[in-house]
């Protein structure tokens, strides 16, 4: 599937890997199955509402899972954490 456009984040940093995020709007529809498929966003409002101390967060991400070896996963890591 060919990439129509990639938006990287504005202050992205490919030293500390700071705001190391992107979306890619694709081409054309990509088929859903077992393998692909959608993950949930961030409602565009977020940035209004108060975060409230003990409340639930979930981040995902291919990052590295160790500091001192930086390889990526292949499968999407998600956790759970408490604001």
């Known amino acids: 599937f060919m990439a129509e456009r990639i938006y990287v984040h504005e202050s992205y940093d490919d030293i500390t890997l700071n705001d190391d995020i992107?979306?890619?709007?694709?081409?054309?529809?990509?088929p859903l199955d077992d393998?692909?498929?959608?993950i949930c966003l961030a409602p565009a409002d977020l940035?209004?509402?108060?975060?409230v101390a003990g409340e639930p967060?979930?981040?995902?991400?291919?990052?590295?899972?160790?500091?001192?070896?930086?390889s990526r996963p292949?499968?999407?890591?998600?956790?759970?954490?408490?604001?």
């Open 35 to 38: 393998q692909v498929n959608l």
């Open 74 to 83: 292949s499968v999407l890591q998600q956790v759970s954490l408490q604001y």
């Open 47 to 51: 940035g209004a509402q108060a975060l």
């Open 57 to 70: 967060l979930v981040a995902t991400g291919w990052g590295a899972l160790e500091s001192a070896n930086r």
């Open 22 to 30: 992107a979306v890619i709007r694709l081409g054309t529809a990509v």
